[in-house]
Protein backbone atom coordinates (compact mmCIF):
# COMPACT_ATOMS: atom_id res chain seq x y z
CA UNK A 1 0.00 0.00 0.00
CA UNK A 2 1.28 3.07 -0.95
CA UNK A 3 1.24 5.82 2.06
CA UNK A 4 0.65 9.57 1.55
CA UNK A 5 3.84 11.13 3.03
CA UNK A 6 2.97 13.32 5.80
CA UNK A 7 5.11 16.21 4.91
CA UNK A 8 3.97 17.65 1.75
CA UNK A 9 7.30 18.78 1.48
CA UNK A 10 8.65 15.27 1.15
CA UNK A 11 6.66 14.57 -2.29
CA UNK A 12 8.76 15.36 -5.08
CA UNK A 13 5.35 16.52 -7.14
CA UNK A 14 5.80 19.59 -4.22
CA UNK A 15 9.35 19.62 -4.37
CA UNK A 16 9.06 20.05 -8.58
CA UNK A 17 6.45 23.04 -7.88
CA UNK A 18 7.69 24.90 -5.52
CA UNK A 19 11.74 24.58 -6.87
CA UNK A 20 10.31 26.10 -10.10
CA UNK A 21 8.70 28.85 -8.24
CA UNK A 22 11.39 29.39 -5.31
CA UNK A 23 14.00 31.88 -6.96
CA UNK A 24 11.31 34.52 -7.80
CA UNK A 25 10.21 34.88 -4.09
CA UNK A 26 12.25 37.94 -3.58
CA UNK A 27 10.84 39.68 -6.41
CA UNK A 28 7.25 39.01 -5.27
CA UNK A 29 7.42 39.85 -1.91
CA UNK A 30 6.41 43.82 -1.32
CA UNK A 31 6.19 45.75 1.03
CA UNK A 32 2.80 45.32 2.94
CA UNK A 33 1.15 47.26 5.87
CA UNK A 34 0.09 45.42 8.72
CA UNK A 35 -3.50 45.50 7.30
CA UNK A 36 -4.75 42.87 10.46
CA UNK A 37 -3.63 45.66 12.45
CA UNK A 38 -6.86 47.58 11.69
CA UNK A 39 -9.53 46.74 14.91
CA UNK A 40 -12.19 44.15 13.97
CA UNK A 41 -15.58 45.40 14.00
CA UNK A 42 -16.54 48.85 12.43
CA UNK A 43 -15.32 49.03 9.15
CA UNK A 44 -14.61 52.56 7.79
CA UNK A 45 -13.17 53.78 4.19
CA UNK A 46 -10.76 51.69 2.87
CA UNK A 47 -7.51 53.27 0.66
CA UNK A 48 -8.91 53.52 -3.07
CA UNK A 49 -5.71 52.43 -4.96
CA UNK A 50 -4.13 55.02 -7.22
CA UNK A 51 -5.61 53.53 -10.42
CA UNK A 52 -8.18 50.80 -11.22
CA UNK A 53 -6.56 47.55 -10.39
CA UNK A 54 -7.26 44.22 -12.45
CA UNK A 55 -6.46 41.02 -10.89
CA UNK A 56 -7.57 37.87 -12.30
CA UNK A 57 -8.36 34.91 -10.11
CA UNK A 58 -6.31 32.26 -11.42
CA UNK A 59 -5.86 28.71 -11.06
CA UNK A 60 -6.57 25.59 -13.27
CA UNK A 61 -7.56 23.35 -10.71
CA UNK A 62 -11.54 23.41 -10.49
CA UNK A 63 -13.12 23.94 -7.05
CA UNK A 64 -10.18 25.78 -4.79
CA UNK A 65 -12.12 28.62 -4.06
CA UNK A 66 -12.13 30.99 -7.43
CA UNK A 67 -15.34 31.73 -7.69
CA UNK A 68 -16.02 32.44 -4.33
CA UNK A 69 -12.76 34.33 -2.93
CA UNK A 70 -13.57 36.49 -6.28
CA UNK A 71 -17.12 36.70 -5.22
CA UNK A 72 -16.78 37.45 -1.02
CA UNK A 73 -12.96 40.16 -1.60
CA UNK A 74 -14.89 41.72 -4.28
CA UNK A 75 -18.74 42.44 -2.18
CA UNK A 76 -16.24 43.32 1.21
CA UNK A 77 -14.15 45.66 -1.01
CA UNK A 78 -17.37 47.20 -2.23
CA UNK A 79 -18.98 47.56 1.78
CA UNK A 80 -15.90 49.53 2.13
CA UNK A 81 -16.23 52.28 -0.71
CA UNK A 82 -14.66 50.65 -3.44
CA UNK A 83 -16.46 50.71 -6.85
CA UNK A 84 -15.59 47.15 -8.06
CA UNK A 85 -16.43 45.43 -11.12
CA UNK A 86 -16.50 41.21 -11.13
CA UNK A 87 -16.04 39.58 -15.07
CA UNK A 88 -17.30 35.99 -15.13
CA UNK A 89 -14.99 34.06 -17.44
CA UNK A 90 -16.33 30.59 -16.23
CA UNK A 91 -18.52 29.58 -18.51
CA UNK A 92 -20.96 27.82 -15.43
CA UNK A 93 -21.51 31.38 -14.52
CA UNK A 94 -20.85 30.97 -10.70
CA UNK A 95 -20.11 34.17 -10.13
CA UNK A 96 -23.01 35.53 -11.81
CA UNK A 97 -24.89 33.29 -9.92
CA UNK A 98 -23.66 34.26 -6.71
CA UNK A 99 -24.09 37.99 -7.26
CA UNK A 100 -27.84 37.57 -8.41
CA UNK A 101 -27.08 38.25 -12.15
CA UNK A 102 -28.84 36.71 -14.89
CA UNK A 103 -27.17 34.72 -16.99
CA UNK A 104 -29.69 32.44 -18.48
CA UNK A 105 -31.19 32.43 -21.76
CA UNK A 106 -29.89 35.39 -24.51
CA UNK A 107 -28.80 37.91 -21.53
CA UNK A 108 -25.72 39.96 -23.59
CA UNK A 109 -22.66 38.50 -21.42
CA UNK A 110 -18.79 38.21 -21.69
CA UNK A 111 -18.76 36.00 -24.72
CA UNK A 112 -20.09 38.43 -27.11
CA UNK A 113 -17.98 41.16 -25.74
CA UNK A 114 -14.87 38.54 -26.67
CA UNK A 115 -16.28 37.29 -29.96
CA UNK A 116 -18.85 39.83 -30.94
CA UNK A 117 -16.99 43.14 -30.06
CA UNK A 118 -19.72 44.04 -27.65
CA UNK A 119 -18.94 46.72 -25.23
CA UNK A 120 -18.37 45.99 -21.74
CA UNK A 121 -21.18 49.13 -20.76
CA UNK A 122 -23.74 46.33 -22.32
CA UNK A 123 -23.28 43.71 -20.56
CA UNK A 124 -22.54 45.36 -16.94
CA UNK A 125 -24.96 44.91 -14.30
CA UNK A 126 -25.43 47.01 -11.08
CA UNK A 127 -25.71 43.99 -8.06
CA UNK A 128 -29.15 44.23 -6.49
CA UNK A 129 -28.88 45.92 -3.08
CA UNK A 130 -24.93 45.91 -3.11
CA UNK A 131 -23.77 49.62 -4.40
CA UNK A 132 -20.60 49.79 -6.02
CA UNK A 133 -20.43 46.19 -6.88
CA UNK A 134 -21.19 45.29 -10.82
CA UNK A 135 -21.25 41.92 -12.68
CA UNK A 136 -20.43 40.80 -16.27
CA UNK A 137 -22.17 37.60 -16.44
CA UNK A 138 -21.31 34.61 -18.30
CA UNK A 139 -23.68 32.61 -20.48
CA UNK A 140 -22.60 28.90 -21.44
CA UNK A 141 -22.03 30.47 -24.07
CA UNK A 142 -18.82 31.49 -23.19
CA UNK A 143 -17.85 27.77 -23.31
CA UNK A 144 -17.40 28.05 -26.83
CA UNK A 145 -15.63 30.89 -26.52
CA UNK A 146 -12.25 28.86 -25.98
CA UNK A 147 -12.26 27.71 -29.35
CA UNK A 148 -14.04 30.13 -31.26
CA UNK A 149 -11.18 32.62 -30.38
CA UNK A 150 -8.67 31.03 -32.11
CA UNK A 151 -9.19 32.10 -35.08
CA UNK A 152 -10.07 35.87 -33.89
CA UNK A 153 -7.66 38.87 -34.41
CA UNK A 154 -5.55 39.77 -31.22
CA UNK A 155 -7.43 36.55 -29.35
CA UNK A 156 -5.80 36.88 -26.07
CA UNK A 157 -6.25 40.70 -25.70
CA UNK A 158 -9.48 40.39 -26.68
CA UNK A 159 -10.69 41.22 -22.88
CA UNK A 160 -8.20 43.91 -22.14
CA UNK A 161 -9.30 45.86 -25.08
CA UNK A 162 -12.47 45.28 -23.79
CA UNK A 163 -11.54 46.69 -20.12
CA UNK A 164 -9.35 49.67 -21.94
CA UNK A 165 -12.70 50.80 -23.69
CA UNK A 166 -14.54 50.91 -20.84
CA UNK A 167 -14.88 53.97 -18.87
CA UNK A 168 -16.68 53.29 -15.99
CA UNK A 169 -14.90 54.31 -13.15
CA UNK A 170 -14.05 51.82 -10.77
CA UNK A 171 -11.55 50.86 -8.36
CA UNK A 172 -11.26 46.77 -8.70
CA UNK A 173 -12.01 44.88 -11.88
CA UNK A 174 -11.83 40.62 -10.22
CA UNK A 175 -11.79 38.62 -13.20
CA UNK A 176 -13.30 34.60 -11.96
CA UNK A 177 -11.03 32.48 -14.17
CA UNK A 178 -12.61 29.36 -15.44
CA UNK A 179 -10.38 26.17 -14.35
CA UNK A 180 -8.31 26.04 -17.29
CA UNK A 181 -5.06 27.46 -18.91
CA UNK A 182 -7.09 27.83 -22.20
CA UNK A 183 -7.47 31.57 -24.18
CA UNK A 184 -10.71 32.38 -21.19
CA UNK A 185 -7.81 32.37 -18.55
CA UNK A 186 -5.05 33.53 -20.92
CA UNK A 187 -7.08 36.60 -21.49
CA UNK A 188 -7.88 37.05 -18.05
CA UNK A 189 -3.76 37.25 -17.57
CA UNK A 190 -3.13 39.51 -20.48
CA UNK A 191 -6.06 41.86 -19.17
CA UNK A 192 -4.91 41.97 -15.56
CA UNK A 193 -1.91 43.82 -13.57
CA UNK A 194 -1.90 41.25 -10.53
CA UNK A 195 -2.52 37.34 -10.67
CA UNK A 196 -4.40 36.03 -7.17
CA UNK A 197 -4.50 32.03 -6.17
CA UNK A 198 -6.40 30.87 -4.15
CA UNK A 199 -4.29 27.43 -2.77
CA UNK A 200 -6.83 25.02 -1.25
CA UNK A 201 -5.08 23.56 1.59
CA UNK A 202 -4.83 19.98 1.11
CA UNK A 203 -2.25 17.58 -0.12
CA UNK A 204 -2.67 18.25 -4.32
CA UNK A 205 -2.98 21.92 -3.26
CA UNK A 206 -0.05 22.69 -4.83
CA UNK A 207 0.18 19.51 -8.14
CA UNK A 208 -0.08 22.36 -11.33
CA UNK A 209 0.95 25.32 -9.68
CA UNK A 210 4.16 24.89 -11.52
CA UNK A 211 2.66 24.80 -14.74
CA UNK A 212 0.35 28.23 -13.72
CA UNK A 213 3.39 30.32 -12.34
CA UNK A 214 5.40 29.37 -15.66
CA UNK A 215 2.29 30.47 -17.71
CA UNK A 216 2.26 33.52 -15.68
CA UNK A 217 6.04 34.51 -16.66
CA UNK A 218 5.35 33.16 -20.22
CA UNK A 219 2.12 36.05 -20.46
CA UNK A 220 4.53 37.93 -19.18
CA UNK A 221 7.41 37.71 -21.18
CA UNK A 222 5.46 37.94 -24.30
CA UNK A 223 1.94 39.82 -23.79
CA UNK A 224 1.72 41.57 -20.87
CA UNK A 225 4.98 42.91 -19.27
CA UNK A 226 2.85 44.20 -16.25
CA UNK A 227 1.57 41.07 -14.96
CA UNK A 228 2.46 39.80 -11.09
CA UNK A 229 1.84 37.61 -8.80
CA UNK A 230 0.81 39.44 -6.17
CA UNK A 231 -1.57 37.37 -4.01
CA UNK A 232 -1.86 33.96 -2.99
CA UNK A 233 -4.79 33.06 -0.80
CA UNK A 234 -4.80 30.15 1.23
CA UNK A 235 -8.28 28.63 1.49
CA UNK A 236 -10.66 26.20 3.03
CA UNK A 237 -8.37 25.68 5.93
CA UNK A 238 -9.34 23.08 8.08
CA UNK A 239 -7.18 23.66 11.99
CA UNK A 240 -8.02 20.68 12.80
CA UNK A 241 -6.02 18.64 10.99
CA UNK A 242 -1.95 18.70 10.49
CA UNK A 243 -2.01 18.11 7.01
CA UNK A 244 -4.07 21.91 6.30
CA UNK A 245 -1.48 23.76 8.42
CA UNK A 246 1.69 21.86 6.77
CA UNK A 247 0.48 23.29 3.52
CA UNK A 248 -0.09 26.39 4.60
CA UNK A 249 3.25 26.57 6.30
CA UNK A 250 5.16 25.40 3.33
CA UNK A 251 2.99 28.00 0.89
CA UNK A 252 4.57 30.60 3.17
CA UNK A 253 7.77 29.27 3.52
CA UNK A 254 7.73 29.88 -0.64
CA UNK A 255 5.90 32.78 -1.11
CA UNK A 256 6.67 35.01 1.68
CA UNK A 257 4.32 38.13 1.77
CA UNK A 258 2.66 37.03 -0.89
CA UNK A 259 0.45 35.08 0.98
CA UNK A 260 -2.39 37.06 2.89
CA UNK A 261 -1.95 36.50 6.65
CA UNK A 262 -5.51 35.48 6.49
CA UNK A 263 -6.53 32.05 5.85
CA UNK A 264 -9.57 31.26 4.44
CA UNK A 265 -11.46 28.47 6.94
CA UNK A 266 -14.11 26.14 5.78
CA UNK A 267 -17.47 27.33 6.48
CA UNK A 268 -20.73 25.93 5.13
CA UNK A 269 -21.92 29.43 5.22
CA UNK A 270 -19.44 30.27 2.33
CA UNK A 271 -21.08 27.19 0.36
CA UNK A 272 -24.71 28.23 1.01
CA UNK A 273 -24.63 31.79 0.68
CA UNK A 274 -24.56 31.38 -4.09
CA UNK A 275 -27.93 29.56 -3.50
CA UNK A 276 -29.63 32.76 -1.96
CA UNK A 277 -27.78 34.74 -5.07
CA UNK A 278 -25.95 36.29 -1.95
CA UNK A 279 -21.80 36.73 -0.97
CA UNK A 280 -21.97 35.46 2.54
CA UNK A 281 -21.15 38.85 3.52
CA UNK A 282 -24.50 39.70 3.02
CA UNK A 283 -26.06 36.27 3.79
CA UNK A 284 -24.19 35.53 7.33
CA UNK A 285 -22.02 38.36 7.93
CA UNK A 286 -21.10 37.49 11.35
CA UNK A 287 -20.02 33.92 10.09
CA UNK A 288 -16.43 32.54 10.11
CA UNK A 289 -16.16 32.73 6.24
CA UNK A 290 -17.28 36.09 6.46
CA UNK A 291 -15.10 37.54 8.66
CA UNK A 292 -12.04 35.97 7.06
CA UNK A 293 -12.93 37.05 3.48
CA UNK A 294 -13.46 40.92 5.38
CA UNK A 295 -9.80 40.50 6.80
CA UNK A 296 -8.67 39.18 3.29
CA UNK A 297 -10.04 42.04 1.25
CA UNK A 298 -9.17 44.87 3.85
CA UNK A 299 -5.44 43.53 3.30
CA UNK A 300 -5.41 43.50 0.00
CA UNK A 301 -6.94 46.95 -0.01
CA UNK A 302 -3.88 48.18 2.11
CA UNK A 303 -1.81 46.57 -0.12
CA UNK A 304 -2.79 48.65 -3.13
CA UNK A 305 -1.89 51.68 -0.72
CA UNK A 306 1.74 50.89 -1.41
CA UNK A 307 1.45 48.96 -4.70
P1 LIG B 1 -13.64 27.20 -8.00
O1 LIG B 1 -14.23 28.48 -8.47
O2 LIG B 1 -12.15 27.26 -7.84
O3 LIG B 1 -14.05 26.02 -8.81
P2 LIG B 1 -15.49 27.45 -5.79
O4 LIG B 1 -15.27 28.79 -5.21
O5 LIG B 1 -16.67 27.29 -6.71
O6 LIG B 1 -14.16 26.93 -6.51
O7 LIG B 1 -15.55 26.42 -4.58
C1 LIG B 1 -15.82 25.03 -4.82
C2 LIG B 1 -16.89 24.55 -3.84
O8 LIG B 1 -16.40 24.65 -2.51
C3 LIG B 1 -18.16 25.37 -3.89
O9 LIG B 1 -19.24 24.52 -3.65
C4 LIG B 1 -18.00 26.35 -2.75
O10 LIG B 1 -19.25 26.76 -2.23
C5 LIG B 1 -17.21 25.53 -1.74
N1 LIG B 1 -16.31 26.36 -0.92
C6 LIG B 1 -15.41 27.26 -1.36
N2 LIG B 1 -14.72 27.78 -0.33
C7 LIG B 1 -15.19 27.18 0.80
C8 LIG B 1 -14.87 27.26 2.19
N3 LIG B 1 -13.92 28.09 2.63
N4 LIG B 1 -15.57 26.49 3.05
C9 LIG B 1 -16.52 25.64 2.60
N5 LIG B 1 -16.86 25.51 1.32
C10 LIG B 1 -16.21 26.26 0.42
MG1 LIG C 1 -15.36 28.87 -10.20
Redesign the pocket.
Known sequence: MTQTPLNPGDSPLVREALSSVVSRETSATQAVTQAGDAPGGAESTWPRPPKCRVIAVA?Q?????????SVNIAAALSMNGQRVLVVDL?PQG?ASTALATEHRGDVPDVYQVLVDDLPMADIVKQVPDMPGLYCAPATIDLAGAEIELVSLVAREARLRRALTAYEAELDYIII?CP?SLGLLTVNALVAAEEVMI?IQCEYYALEGLGQLLRNVDLIKAHLNPTLRLSTIVL???DGRTRLASQVAEEVRAHFGDTVLNTV?????R??EA?SYGQSVMTYDPGSS?AMAYMDAAREIAHRAATV
Do not use: H
Open positions: NKGGVGKTTTDNDPPTMYIPRSVLSPG
